[in-house]
């Protein structure tokens, strides 16, 4: 398992695109990934989940700045009552310091070709007499998040804490075969804010007026969306031959259902394709993300499932000839590669329950 | 109802910040506004809307691009078998050219500082055969789809075609009682596209080899927060004097559920307060967006309220002391004003169904 074979397979389904000749050796796939049709509804779906985890899901009300740190700021304190801790999410241009090191590169960045990547970064305000025990808390907590989406979830892991400048930092790490990658980086500040003065970081820790510690988490968006892709690449023995498939988290996957048709008529072929066409709107109409392709009729099941397998779609919704008949259809997992039999009739409920926990 | 008696209502509630002087006349508010961190979760919401209607939830299949247009053209096209129709989506910065006329401003963009804004682009490749009919659908689901989230539907509506250099031009405005704004400009095209030259649109109309039509819904982001808004402000009598509110749809609204507490001795308060915090996190773990605010406690219902209907929040949990015995609260509506009973066992559960649907 190489950084360059995941990205063949990742190329030829559309995440990513290399932009400069494949033939040149390994070291020169450096700065020459975009993200394709598919990385972007990867990309998409990780956004979302990190959106869910520090915005609407904390225990803190978090605000969600867009045009205006500052300003974010000035609005939460004054809802919050000046009360501690909230905290501020932003989707931003590029890394500015906060620590007082030089800028950090998120390993995987490297890969691409803009200079100014999206950087995902949450700061919480915490009472100072709160904040070493809550930036423990929030290690475990963001560790744990990565875990919860990874087809390996031992591979990540936290570093050390560095002080530099009264600055606390731990690394969030992925351990690949070739190599650690920096996927984010966690910092504690009891010092002023970059935006912000002394004055302005005045805020209650119950009845006390006290100066907030700030506690920030930096992922680089496109750094996430080629770690999903290699934490997800896994290969399987099959038949003497290996075989390589995405195990994409359910929620991050670009597609949760693809179809796949059997019959050896042509006339049932097209009734099945009607029948898929309609599974599939009804399907979308719910939110789930379907792949329906008129390669579906055409290639063999084996090809059909190697190649939904290599897009990380968890299930496979197959229908034949006794489909008409009976109106039941299987649903094929990638992860076991067992099929189990679904009425067409609750099939979209059924996928809904499969996709509804994490 | 003036567009500036929204914006300092919007302003007061963190939808929206003005940069200069509001004391200067009406016509100066140009070029102004600043999204804040409520409107930047409308902004998220109006975006997720759009990308499930445009690319999760289509009868054809639509691709997200995000590096490169023509890639994810050649993408599409192979996965397809180049059948058409197939589209491809896009959140990019500014108004690029299709149609060969000036570039359009949609009219609330005048409100922003920013000269780039995002424009939330959907591009169609459809068989010249079906392209008109295509067209006629396509305006009409617009169409709809801006009624769907709106307050007062009627306000949407399709201006005439106009053709312009083989280029057909359909405007869907909204109509304020300051004026009509232009908020998407859907267009066909049987001409070539500006970054498509005739040998990539060659594509297959059932078994036929035909040049593809291509039709683009165009929408500018920041144009959407400021309709949505304006779209959603309301003035209802209340005890002769008229008090304003925001109807945001439940699906858009930055926050769905928030908390008051009504209680007459502190050890009760500081317990509803808990059990407040305790619901209002199962809320948020169930992907609710909720807002537990320390006012919650001590202004009047009626201020509360207020401020509720003003950020648009279409249900409060109001909890008191009989909740602590007998576990009811009262989920009060903010379109109706009125109360009805929930047990705080099943709260969560209840919300969920209520924003489930459109």
């Given amino acids: 398992m190489t950084f360059k074979k995941i990205l063949d397979v990742c190329e030829k389904h559309g995440f990513v695109k290399r932009i400069i000749n494949k033939s040149i050796d390994n070291d020169a796939v450096n ?40 300003d974010t700021y000035e609005y939460g304190k004054e809802i919050c009552q000046e009360k501690l801790p909230f905290g501020i999410a932003e989707i931003k241009e590029g890394i500015d310091n906060v620590c007082g090191n030089a800028n950090k590169l998120f390993d995987f960045d490297k890969y691409f070709m803009e200079e100014r990547q999206l950087v995902l970064r949450t700061t919480m305000f915490v009472a100072p007499s709160k904040s070493i025990q809550f930036f423990h808390q929030w290690q475990r907590q963001r ?66 007026k006290v100066q907030a510690h700030h ?16 934490d997800a690449y896994d290969e399987v023995p099959l038949q003497n031959e290996s075989r390589s498939l995405l195990r994409l988290h359910r929620k991050l996957t670009p597609y949760k259902i693809s179809f796949s048709i059997i019959a050896s008529q042509a006339a049932v ?5 009607q029948l898929a066409l309609y599974l599939c709107r009804k399907l979308r109409s719910d939110h789930i993300s379907s792949l329906l392709l008129p390669s579906a009729t055409k290639n063999s099941l084996e090809s059909q499932y190697r190649h939904y397998d290599q897009l990380g779609i968890p299930y496979t919704v197959v229908l ?4 008409l008949k009976n109106g039941i259809a299987f649903l094929r997992s990638r992860d076991t590669t067992l099929k189990e039999q679904v009425h067409v009739s609750s099939l979209s409920e059924y996928v809904q329950q499969l996709f509804k926990n994490y």
Same sequence: chains 1, 2.
């Fill in 215 to 230: 506690i920030t988490s930096d992922i680089s968006l496109s750094s996430m969306v080629l770690n999903a892709l290699c």
């Fill in 269 to 273: 072929t097209e009734e099945l394709s």
């Fill in 143 to 208: 560790k744990m998040w990565w875990r919860k989406f990874s087809a390996a979830p031992g591979k990540y892991h936290l570093t050390d804490i560095s002080t530099n400048n009264g600055c606390q930092n731990v690394e969030i790490k992925a351990e690949y075969p070739w190599g650690s990658h920096l996927i984010e980086s966690l910092m504690l500040l009891n010092d002023l804010h970059p935006k912000l003065d002394s004055q302005q970081l005045q805020a209650k820790d119950g009845r006390k």
């Fill in 31 to 70: 700065k020459l990934v975009k993200i394709g049709p598919v990385g972007a509804l990867l990309q998409e779906n990780l956004k979302t989940e990190w959106f869910f985890s520090m915005v609407i899901n904390r225990e803190n009300t978090v605000f969600l700045s867009k045009d205006s740190f500052v």
């Fill in 320 to 323: 034949n000839e006794n489909t």
